[in-house]
């Protein structure tokens, strides 16, 4: 398998050349003046600085240089440039003089005056270089906590949503049982009738365990199967009404949270009434958003403040999948009903 150059190596490689390319450039179209052995001096220089920035490249990574304050950051870079391109300009220099390269033109001009100015030289060319590799690992750096915050941010939705599935589906479950319960002495034909809708209820919730949304029309038959089971328990005293819109079947809703409002609507108002009650479920498109209703015969006082479990893990689903694009609301609407709704963004199929 053949070895990939790394992004360090191209942009090294690209970056020198491109420097190559502009020098040659100058020198054959705008120059006036003969330089002595330029392709070899160019040639030097640009091996010299690929080596050097290469050395202050693993300079900056042993010491953290990117990871230390803000201010010390800038002193480090402004002291590593001034330190490389000094040896930059003394190789450089050392090299013309021992092989006789270059010609001075000035020989008045000191060895301490001429690497002085390579050096002014040597340190714009190595100040750009470490600049563009500030910039990309910062850049680099930034996106990459980003990316890290997004994946958190995921991890702990996925991790709360566990978290309220793993608390909703026991209390279905109880209060299911506790249903059949009732039924087991009384009418033995009806129990094992419920047992059997129970079955059909579990397998269904635990088909739904590891999805965020479920279409309206497969959570409507486990709450189907959950109000049958109850209608044995209350028989007359429960009246089910379903006004539920065709269109809105296949809307995405959280698994459960239908169930779990119906749940809540006989726990806390048909149970609480001696006559029993209506519990009507409702679906529809109302201002563009699809809107879930589910109203029973009670009082939001027979409610745990109007705050129990179910409620409470509805409103932290809906924040949780759909960001503050969704809405939940339980109110008295007259003497004789409470109403739970949620509000949820359209989802065009």
């Known amino acids: 398998m053949k070895k990939k150059i790394s992004t360090y190596w191209i942009c090294q490689l690209g970056g020198w050349g491109t420097n190559i390319a502009i020098s040659s450039f100058y020198y054959l179209t705008l120059s006036v003046r003969k330089i002595d052995h330029f392709f070899l001096l160019i040639g030097i220089s640009v091996l010299t600085g690929i080596i050097l920035t290469h050395l202050m490249r693993r300079v900056i990574k042993k010491y953290n240089f990117l990871e230390k ?23 450089g220099t050392g090299i013309e003089k021992i092989f006789k390269l270059r010609v001075q033109n000035n020989p008045k001009i000191s060895l301490l005056n001429e690497i002085i100015r390579n050096s002014l030289d040597s340190f714009f060319v190595l100040f750009i270089w470490n600049l563009l590799y500030y910039i990309f690992h910062y850049v680099e750096r930034t996106l990459r906590q980003e990316v890290d915050t997004f994946k958190l941010q995921s991890l702990v939705k ?30 033995p034909s009806r129990a094992r009738t419920a047992i059997t809708e129970l079955s059909n209820i579990l397998r269904s919730s635990m088909q739904t365990e590891k999805l965020e949304t479920v ?3 497969r959570e409507l038959n486990i709450v189907k199967d959950y109000l049958a089971l109850e209608k044995m328990r209350f028989e007359e005293r429960l009246s089910i009404e379903l006004d539920i819109k065709e269109s809105t079947l296949q809307q995405p809703i959280p698994p459960m949270m239908l169930q779990t409002l119906v749940e809540n ?29 589910v109203q029973n015969t009670g009082q939001l006082g027979n409610y745990p403040n109007g705050n129990g479990f179910g409620l409470k893990s509805t409103e932290d689903r809906l924040n949780l999948l759909y960001q503050g694009r969704a809405s939940f609301a339980i109110k008295n609407i007259n003497n004789e009903m409470v109403e739970s709704r949620i509000t949820m963004p359209f989802i065009a199929n």
Do not use: W
């Open 69 to 91: 304050p803000i201010k010390k950051q800038i002193l480090y870079f402004i002291l590593v440039t001034v330190v490389f391109a000094v040896v930059y300009a003394c190789i």
């Open 158 to 187: 996925e991790l709360e949503l566990k978290t309220i599935k793993s608390h909703i589906n026991p209390h279905f479950i109880f209060n299911a049982l506790n249903s059949i319960r009732a039924l087991v002495d009384e009418n």
């Open 215 to 217: 279409p309206l029309e």
């Open 265 to 293: 609507a006989i726990k806390h108002g048909i149970s609480k009434k001696e006559s029993g009650g209506t519990i009507k479920v409702s679906s529809d498109f109302i201002n563009n958003h699809h809107e879930l209703s």
